[in-house]
């Protein structure tokens, strides 16, 4: 089954620490994605990358990294510099879809990591 | 039943009636529309998309209508059923110098009664 792996599930960080987020696909997706997600409000791009080794910060890049060393992959670190890092994670992919009328910005998304600073 | 707006509001609908969830989407120049249904603690799930150079599409019990004159965006789920309840939202895409730029609109929390 291809598909976006998010993990972990659930995450509990103390304040302070650095977390990281893993994403793995196996859809041989190029474009890769993070955003983040709050009660009452849209998705929020944090950063994205559309090759690897390559990546662009998105609106709420601040207190957040990432690598893209290979297709597969995007972890997302959640740094100390967050300063409001409780929330829902979703991570997801874009590729050239068959029917090229309908464009390739159909993300598939993972089923996302939620992190809690206690 | 009908729901207005981009916060989000809850719309309550009897099993078997049909749904409509609507989106104002903020940017003319927009090209591209996607419908996502995301279930309590789960990944958002694409439903159906549509271009603007096409006033409806239809799937499997969906339809999504799209008025570019007032910039207004619907979803219709036919005969609603249970499996349906979770928050709808609109995602518009617009091309620009920098690549494709993604909007998602805040979501529908859409309830089934039995």
């Known amino acids: 089954d291809g598909g976006i792996t998010q993990s972990p599930k659930y995450l509990f960080r103390k304040e302070g620490q650095n977390v990281t987020l893993s994403c793995e696909q196996n859809?041989?997706?190029?474009?890769m994605y993070w955003y983040r997600q709050d009660p009452g409000q849209g998705l929020r791009l944090i950063y994205y990358?559309?090759?690897?080794?390559?990546?662009q910060k998105g609106d709420i890049a601040e207190g957040y990294s990432v690598s893209r060393e290979k297709k597969e992959s995007f972890p997302l670190t959640v740094t100390s510099a967050q300063k409001n890092p409780t929330a829902f994670y979703l991570c997801?992919?874009?590729?050239?879809?068959?029917?090229?009328?309908?464009?390739?910005?159909?993300?598939?998304f993972g089923a996302g990591s939620r992190l809690t600073v206690l | 039943g009908e729901s207005v707006g981009l916060h989000l509001p809850t719309l309550s609908v009897q099993e078997g009636d049909n749904s409509i969830i609507n989106c104002a989407y903020s940017?003319?120049?927009?090209?591209?529309f996607i419908w996502y249904k995301q279930e309590s603690g789960k990944g958002p799930q694409f439903i159906i998309d549509?271009?603007?150079?096409?006033d409806k599409r239809q799937g499997q019990r969906v339809t999504v209508l799209l008025n570019k004159t007032v910039k207004h965006l619907s979803l219709q789920i036919a005969a609603t059923q249970p499996g349906d309840s979770a928050v709808y939202f609109c995602?518009?895409?617009?091309?620009?110098?920098?690549?494709?730029?993604?909007?998602f609109g805040t979501g529908t929390q859409l309830k089934v009664e039995l």
């Open positions: 997801a992919s874009s590729g050239i879809t068959r029917d090229r009328a309908m464009g390739a910005n159909v993300l598939t």
């Open positions: 859809l041989n997706h190029d474009a």
């Open positions: 990358s559309q090759i690897v080794n390559d990546f």
């Open positions: 940017n003319s120049a927009s090209d591209y």
């Open positions: 549509i271009r603007s150079n096409m």
């Open positions: 995602a518009e895409i617009r091309s620009t110098g920098g690549g494709n730029k993604l909007t």
